[in-house]
């Protein structure tokens, strides 16, 4: 089992330009998130998807778009990269969003936006 | 709104015993997780707590009380290894389940 997997690993933008991460997950996890953590801060949740079909807003959601393509996979779309939006992004699932169920993190992404 | 606190370093020596505290507010508690990250890594998780006590998972304990809106994580026998930082996280459910972070307490364990 590869786990979570997340592409790029590394990725720099010019401000404007757009961008997809990737994120795929082979646990057979209903549940799937996409964080933001800067330096010195905890992890902030941007969107996240309960299950499959489903996506909802995070506590910092401005500026980002998420598509669950199916069980497996859950993109995160950066319509307009801005410098604030440099970042280590990671991917996590869980086997259902209640609070009890662990996250599996993805290795992360680090996005620069020049 | 939610928000957790938890103190930004703690350094103690190898062999020790270190205490992170959590504290939190929230609507909807439903529970308290831990876990750990080395730098350049991602979390992994150690532990959660949903009601009020102790749990034990080897070297690392974690402790709730919902009454007083605490918990903590304690780590036992400390290795040098443990030199991460430590995340608690609240997971509340206010029309959906959803789960916040710390901003971390990062545990420095000297020789």
């Known amino acids: 089992n590869a786990g979570v997997t997340q592409t790029p690993k590394f990725q720099v933008l010019k401000t404007g330009q757009s961008m997809t991460l990737q994120c795929a997950q082979d646990?057979?996890?209903?549940?799937m998130y996409w964080y933001r953590q800067d330096p010195g801060m905890g992890l902030r949740l941007i969107y996240y998807?309960?299950?499959?079909?489903?996506?909802d807003k995070g506590e910092v959601p401005n500026g980002y778009n998420v598509s669950r393509l199916n069980k497996r996979e859950f993109s995160l779309r950066l319509e307009s990269a801005a410098p604030s939006q440099t970042s280590v992004y990671f991917c996590?699932?869980?086997?259902?969003?209640?609070?009890?169920?662990?996250?599996?993190f993805g290795p992360g992404t680090r996005l620069t936006v020049t | 709104g939610q928000s957790l606190e938890q103190p930004s370093e703690v350094t103690a020596v190898e062999g020790a015993i270190v205490q992170i505290n959590c504290t939190y507010q929230t609507s909807g508690f439903y529970g308290l997780s831990w876990y750990q990250q080395h730098d350049g890594g991602a979390p992994t998780f150690l532990s959660y707590n949903a009601l009020d006590g102790l749990e034990e998972t080897g070297r690392f304990s974690s402790f709730l009380s919902r009454s007083d809106s605490y918990g903590y994580l304690l780590l036992q026998e400390l290795q040098m290894k443990d030199s991460a930082s430590y995340f608690c996280?609240?997971?509340?459910?206010?029309?959906?389940?959803?789960?916040?972070f710390g901003a971390g307490t990062r545990l420095f364990v000297k020789a």
């Open positions: 998807s309960a299950s499959e079909g489903t996506t």
């Open positions: 996280a609240v997971s509340f459910n206010t029309g959906g389940f959803k789960t916040i």
């Open positions: 996590a699932s869980s086997a259902s969003s209640g609070g009890s169920y662990e996250q599996y």
């Open positions: 646990m057979n996890h209903n549940s």
